[in-house]
T-cell receptor, first 110, second 114 residues
Framework: QKEVEQNSGPLSVPEGAIASLNCTYS??????FFWYRQYSGKSPELIMS????GDKEDGRFTAQLNKASQYVSLLIRDSQPSDSATYLC??????????FGTGTRLTVIP | DAGVIQSPRHEVTEMGQEVTLRCKPI?????LFWYRQTMMRGLELLIY????????DSGMPEDRFSAKMPNASFSTLKIQPSEPRDSAVYFC????????????FGPGTRLLVL
């Protein structure tokens, strides 16, 4: 059973703080990992992808991957109220499709 | 580009009725995915197509669900007969075949089966 697990939250952080979102996956064959953001009542949108161990930075977002520990994380620096959303972690299954976690709801408090 | 288009955006129906959800992928995309999202189970892949051909329908919950893609610009997901437990948001997404992880989602159809 391929699984991607996330803490459902809610995770609350003050504006300007660092938000840390975590995800673990069970399929060691997964090679590619993705973070999607979903605002309430809206559809998911891709914000980050990561394929290699280590960190990948894009603006205020940093994705981290540790394949040995089967662990993926997303850091959001200088969090803004507009970052308040549900963040979905996804792993590529090896069959060219994605397996999604249930998401972590983030609230950034002004 | 208009993005992925889904219709209807909302559907309320009674148990036992047939429901048809529609999707138009982004022009040029040759992979199409149908997902179902609920609070309890999150986002689940139901079926996906490559070049209009169904590749993996293992996520389709049961025979009441069927999906077709008659051409590159149109797909349907049908539930017959519908049941209250089918109530969910159904998303369609599309991508290029060579980059299936970069999926673009439609706005979704909110289905309520009474």
């Amino acid at each position: 059973q391929k699984e991607v697990e996330q803490n459902s939250g809610p995770l609350s952080v003050p504006e300007g703080a660092i938000a840390s979102l975590n995800c673990t996956y069970s399929d060691r064959g997964s090679q590619s990992f993705f973070w999607y953001r979903q605002y309430s009542g809206k559809s998911p949108e891709l914000i980050m992808s990561i394929y290699s161990n280590g960190d990948k930075e894009d603006g205020r977002f940093t994705a981290q991957l540790n394949k040995a520990s089967q662990y993926v994380s997303l850091l959001i620096r200088d969090s803004q109220p507009s970052d308040s959303a549900t963040y979905l972690c996804a792993a590529e299954t090896g069959a060219n499709n994605l397996f999604f976690g249930t998401g972590t709801r983030l609230t950034v408090i002004p | 580009d208009a993005g992925v288009i889904q219709s209807p955006r909302h559907e309320v129906t009674e148990m036992g009725q047939e429901v048809t959800l529609r999707c138009k992928p982004i022009s040029g995309h040759n992979s199409l995915f149908w997902y179902r999202q609920t609070m309890m189970r999150g986002l689940e892949l139901l079926i996906y197509f490559n070049n209009n051909v169904p590749i993996d329908d293992s996520g389709m919950p049961e025979d009441r669900f069927s999906a077709k893609m008659p051409n590159a610009s149109f797909s349907t997901l049908k539930i017959q007969p519908s049941e209250p437990r089918d109530s969910a948001v159904y998303f369609c997404a599309s991508s290029f075949l060579v980059a299936q992880e970069t999926q673009y989602f439609g706005p979704g159809t909110r289905l309520l089966v009474l």
